[in-house]
């Protein structure tokens, strides 16, 4: 168990969390507790988003993990593994999904499984002594071991993770690729990363100049709307940090944009000097951001050209925020005032 506590202080190298938090976990790759004879012949990560757009706490990451291994030695080889994870602190509020009761000092990492050639693997949970966090908070593990006796040796893992969020209500992703580096050989192991938020999505700073871009730049950005997803290539030698990446939703988006300034008071002079028309904008685009589907074919027409609609003709009144409904209650004055 020396090693596996070794190991976590190994691969926390990183100050991204300091920004970031962890209001609702972070992804991380698995690694070997011990050096062993075998070669990470390469790694796939997909990383799918369920609900980013509506309330943080409907909100979670999926990630599945796929890797190939070679053994370097001849005949049977007990390979044992680690995949690290956060507890919920006692004090600072974390972001649980709803369907998980969590406590503190529970993993912020949920429905964990591992498959190898034979089918699932048994699980153990490792916790840091006195559940006393290293260094970023990292404090236990899950821990599991396998026989390796075909070449190549396919495993397969997921999980979920709640939701992480800036202050300004961005998505926040955060997947650490360190432990990579730990696997004999590994050097070269090419790791593609995709990311599909299952919404319509802009990184950061494609919107705003100012924003940190992706903590690996190298992205590929594939599809269209709510089908718009990255994908990075790296390899174990640079996975030195985590990949970090921020995203702005439909509501993020419009909460910056529109709710916050008119809430704030910002645009106390703007909405006073602003045309019906204008006013009537802003108004269906705080209904908008949750996906209403407008009757009138113009305004649908209208939304429908935005990058961040998305429609969803389940949309319910019970889908707006305070700030929403006081954005709200502050468009309907200025537009009974005369114009």
Request: proline share 7%; aromatic share 12%.
């Amino acid at each position: 168990m020396m090693v596996v506590r070794a190991f976590l202080g190994c691969l926390l190298v990183s100050n991204v969390l300091a920004t970031a938090g962890v209001e609702g976990g972070v992804g991380v790759a698995p690694a070997p507790t011990r050096v062993v004879p075998v070669r990470l012949i390469d790694a796939n990560i997909t990383v799918r988003g369920e609900g980013l757009n509506v309330s943080p706490t409907r909100a979670y990451w999926d990630y599945l993990t796929e890797f190939s291994l070679k053994r370097l030695s001849a005949g049977t080889l007990n390979l044992s593994l680690a995949q690290p994870f956060y507890v919920k602190p006692q004090q600072q509020a974390c972001v649980i999904p709803r369907e998980f009761r969590v406590s503190a000092g529970d993993p912020l990492l949920y429905d964990f499984q591992v498959s190898g050639p034979r089918g699932r693997e048994a699980i153990q949970e490792y916790a840091t002594p006195d559940n006393q966090p290293g260094p970023f908070g990292f404090n236990g593990a899950y821990l599991w071991s396998m026989r390796v006796d075909t070449n190549p040796y396919d495993i397969t893992q997921r999980y979920r993770t709640g939701v992480s969020r800036t202050a300004d209500g961005n998505l926040q992703l955060v997947y650490h690729l360190q432990t990579f580096s730990l696997w004999p050989a590994a050097a070269k192991t090419p790791i593609r990363v995709a990311v599909w938020p299952n919404t319509p999505t802009r990184m950061c700073h494609e919107l705003d100049v100012k924003a940190a871009p992706p903590s690996f730049p190298d992205v590929q950005v594939l599809g269209d709307h709510a089908h718009r997803h990255y994908v990075w290539h790296v390899t174990s030698r640079n996975a030195l940090r985590p990949l970090s990446v921020c995203l702005v939703t439909a509501s993020s988006y419009v909460r910056s944009q529109v709710v916050i300034p008119i809430v704030n008071g910002q645009w106390r002079d703007r909405l006073a000097q602003s045309s019906l028309q204008q006013l009537a904008i802003w108004r269906n685009a705080i209904y908008a951001q949750h996906g209403r589907v407008f009757k009138e074919p113009t305004w649908q027409r209208y939304f429908a050209a935005q990058w961040w609609y998305e429609e969803d003709p389940g949309f319910h009144s019970r889908d707006l925020t305070r700030e929403d409904l006081k954005a709200l209650r502050i468009l309907a004055y200025y537009q009974g005032q005369p114009h």
